[in-house]
């Protein structure tokens, strides 16, 4: 007998980060790895779990920037070099290690390891990841949602609501596009919600939502069931909040799960260990050291300095473990609120999706033992959104509060004294582009090879407008992690605006710029600039 | 439930897995400088919670602006003001000043400690002349209408069936009679009922908006007194539309509230007065928003 139900939300996402004008650039790598130990390693877990008839369901978000990333030929082309590289590298391990049985067993896993990715890759999924998304989402296993078009961080955006509105349209047109159909979920950057966002959502057909769990416990009125049910807000569409139990024991590093000492220790890689004549050409060009994903050692103790050699198969064996104790845990929670629920209790369970593999290795394997769990009982039955409200299809209307996940659960992480510079711009740059946009919606309709440019150069300004909105170079400065690239990338497409504007109202677009342009932040190649526009001028 | 959730939340870490890509460090160095302007030469006014205690404003304003309002700008100090909007005040008291600061800057920003920083807020920067305030721009108000006035106080559930575009509200006592065999209460017929329903789907759609509550009054009052004045009613109509013309469901709700009332026989409903309530209920709170026996048949 089902007692209650366990949804599993994966948020999957990268800022956009292409750089055709280095031969080598390490941000480029964020894709390359996300995909290497998360994306591939997630679907050939879901392949692994249809062979052996698990039932599993899995809440995906896709964002358009990462969608965008995965389907573009340049990235693709340099991930099948990386994995190459890699394979490459792991060969030379093997021999380099042959008197060292315990860490060569190591070596010999990451060199099936790649390979097995690599085949998975050109094969399954036909050079295209999200070919195989695609696959799992026809057949009903996974839902997959939208996010902002270039996760901007709607609160702050909404002073000009076309800017808000642009980053939800531009989303369900950039879903459909490669998924083919509309989104009905989605999830909001950074989960963060204002007074009047559902409205947009609704107007755009999205169904359902994601809070955190004070955006619903702070509501108005209070939920009668806590974060164990979803609600709908007065506009209809359902949000559904975090369970923080479950969430911590998988998010927290010390308390979490990941932390175990078998697990693989993230830290210890040989692009940092191994003599640099040796690791040179794996590594940055000009010669500093970086992650190579080659990791031999597992976390072993908290303080210990002598790391011991990692063990895949008993790291392996303890996502068994880990799945079961998160399993019962889960039991036991729903067993406590069933009491005073009229319904089967739902726990939501949201985490980043690169959080599984990437940081946490076995992370992957862990999922699919849950699952294994959940197929073989019918205690805890794993649901989609949309599964869980085809059930239960009456739910208390509330106001959520203003919230998002970010520390101290609101705004600070994306405004305050050390990011707030940006906003000023971007606020500009909607309110100019809004306006040009009415001006020249019907304008430049006629064929010319003059209106042609002028209509690429507005579509390359929404571009770098969109581009600029990412809430992810916000929230690195906040970190004090990659400051000068997040710093750099905001200037730049505010400074590519505001010489693409000069040009356009002035002395004439610059060709050659804006094919560079074009080129190199392409996100959106089908994008029109009339989606500015206010929707009845 | 709710200080379990608290502690929990604080215990919660922040990871996120950008962080872990970034924790290689940047190691290709960023060569490019990119020029970004320092002001745009507009005037502006802006104003957003940071958190749940605190408030960030930003600002810019021209010599074009000064030179249009003072004969003598130069040196000029500004003073900016924090507005709470209370909605269920009459509008001369709607907005209350809660903060104020001096600045020198023409660009410039801060930020302010005030507990209530979700609640709804204007802020104005001008000037003060003896005493007296002199608006030089305002910004967009935040948080209008708050979750706190949207939000119904009342048990209120939706039912939302696949590919319906919209649900049905109801009380959850009101379900709960729904299930037993129907029957009709004495003083009101069907008709009248589903009026309600459609009212309670049109509160809920736009309780917020009081500018369409006073044009919506202008209409129903006009076309209570059987007005022969087409174009008072179309400009008034055209006026409604103009105030909230994205919001179709709203219209529609609207026309078809007008048809059942146009239409009906009996005892009229006072609608003015209604409607007055109704707005000052969805303005502080929206306690009343969903109780039928304020509707007087």
Not at chain 1, 90 to 106: A, C, F, I
Not at chain 1, 454 to 471: P, T, V
């Amino acid at each position: 007998m089902i007692k209650g139900y366990w949804m599993p939300v994966l948020h999957s996402h990268l800022p956009f980060v292409k750089h055709p004008e280095y031969d080598y650039f390490l941000e480029e790598h964020w894709l390359f790895e996300a995909i290497s130990e998360t994306y591939i390693p997630l679907l050939m877990a879901m392949n692994r779990m249809v062979d052996e008839k698990i039932e599993f369901r899995l809440t995906l978000s896709v964002t358009p920037p990462l969608a965008e990333m995965l389907s573009d030929p340049y990235l693709i082309d340099q991930f099948k070099k990386y994995v190459n590289r890699l394979i490459e590298l792991s060969k030379k391990e093997v021999l380099r290690l042959s008197g060292d049985k315990e860490t060569l067993k190591v070596a010999e896993f990451y060199l099936n390891r790649f390979e097995t990715i690599k085949t998975f890759f050109e094969g399954f999924l036909n050079s295209n990841v999200l070919n195989g998304y695609r696959f799992f989402y026809e057949q009903g296993l996974i839902d997959i949602i939208t996010c902002g078009a270039t996760h901007g961080f709607l609160p702050v955006l909404r002073v000009n609501k076309r800017a808000v509105e642009v980053q939800i349209e531009l989303a369900k047109e950039t879903h459909k596009k490669y998924f083919n159909k509309d989104p009905e979920g989605i999830w909001l950057p950074e989960c963060a919600y204002y007074e009047g966002i559902d409205e947009i959502l609704k107007a755009n057909g999205i169904k359902y939502f994601f809070l955190d769990s004070h955006g619903l416990m702070d509501g108005v009125p209070s939920p009668k069931h806590g974060v164990y049910a979803p609600i709908y807000t007065i506009n209809g569409v359902a949000a559904f909040a975090r369970d923080p139990e479950s969430s911590k024991q998988v998010w927290s590093s010390k308390a979490g799960y990941p932390g175990d000492p078998v697990y693989r220790d993230f830290y210890r890689d040989i692009g940092f260990d191994l003599d640099f004549e040796y690791i040179k050409p794996y590594i940055s060009p000009d010669g500093k050291r970086v992650y190579t994903g080659l990791k031999y050692y597992k976390i072993t103790g908290e303080e210990s300095e002598a790391k011991l050699i990692y063990d895949p198969e008993v790291a392996h064996a303890k996502t068994k473990s880990h799945a079961w104790h998160f399993y019962t845990e889960r039991i036991k929670q729903i067993d406590m609120l069933s009491g005073a629920m009229d319904r089967p209790p739902l726990v939501v369970s949201p985490y980043d999706a690169e959080l599984f593999g990437h940081w946490w290795f076995e992370g992957p394997e862990f999922l699919y033992n849950i699952f294994r769990e959940t197929s073989q009982n019918d205690t805890i039955k794993a649901v989609t959104p949309l599964e869980y409200l085809g059930v239960h299809p009456t739910n208390q209307v509330i106001a959520p509060s203003p919230s998002s996940w970010g520390e101290d659960g609101y705004y600070s992480v994306w405004l305050n004294e050390g990011n707030d510079w940006i906003y000023r711009h971007l606020h500009y740059m909607a309110d100019t582009l809004e306006k040009l946009a009415n001006e020249y919606k019907h304008l430049l309709d006629e064929d010319s090879v003059a209106n042609s440019i002028k209509r690429r150069a507005l579509n390359q300004l929404a571009r770098e407008l969109l581009l600029a909105q990412s809430s992810d170079w916000a929230f690195l400065v906040t970190q004090e992690t990659a400051v000068e690239y997040s710093t750099k990338r905001t200037k730049e497409h505010i400074s590519n605006f505001n010489r693409l504007l000069g040009d356009f109202l002035s002395v004439g677009i610059d060709e050659k710029f804006l094919e560079w342009l074009e080129y190199k932040n392409s996100i959106f190649e089908d994008i029109d600039f009339k989606i500015y526009s206010s929707k009845y001028v | 439930m709710k200080n379990e959730l608290d502690e929990k939340q604080k215990q919660n870490p922040t990871d996120r897995a950008i962080e872990h890509f970034v924790t290689q460090g940047n190691v290709v160095p960023v060569d490019d400088e990119y020029e970004i302007p320092d002001s745009y030469g507009i005037d502006t006014l802006f104003i957003h919670p940071s958190n749940n205690d605190s408030l960030y404003v930003y600002w810019e304003i021209t010599n074009t602006l000064l030179n249009s309002k003072f004969n003598d700008p130069t040196g000029m100090e500004f003073t900016v003001k924090i507005y709470a909007i209370k909605m269920g005040e009459p509008k001369a008291r709607r907005e209350q000043e809660v903060y104020s600061f001096e600045v020198k800057d023409m660009v410039g920003s801060s930020y302010i400690k005030y507990p209530a920083a979700l609640k709804p807020l204007i802020a104005k920067m001008g000037v003060m002349e003896n005493n007296k305030f002199v608006e030089l721009i305002k910004s967009k108000s935040i948080a209008v209408p708050s979750f706190e006035v949207l939000g119904p106080r009342e048990d209120l559930w939706m039912e939302r069936l696949k590919d319906l575009p919209s649900g049905t509200l109801f009380k959850k006592a009101e379900k709960a009679k729904e299930e037993k065999p129907e029957k009709i209460e004495p003083n009101k017929t069907p008709d009248v009922k589903r009026e309600l329903d459609i009212l309670r789907q049109f509160l809920s759609v736009r309780v917020k908006d009081t500018n369409i509550m006073d044009t919506f009054v202008q209409i129903v009052e006009e076309l209570r007194k059987n007005s022969q004045d087409h174009a008072k009613v179309v400009e008034i109509l055209r006026h409604f539309v103009d105030v909230r013309f994205k919001d179709m469901e709203l219209l529609r709700l609207l026309l078809e509230l007008i048809s059942y009332l146009l239409l009906m026989d009996g005892k009229p409903i006072d609608i003015a007065k209604y409607l007055k309530e109704i707005t000052e209920a969805g303005a502080g709170s929206s306690e009343n928003l969903f109780k039928e026996e304020q509707v007087k048949l």
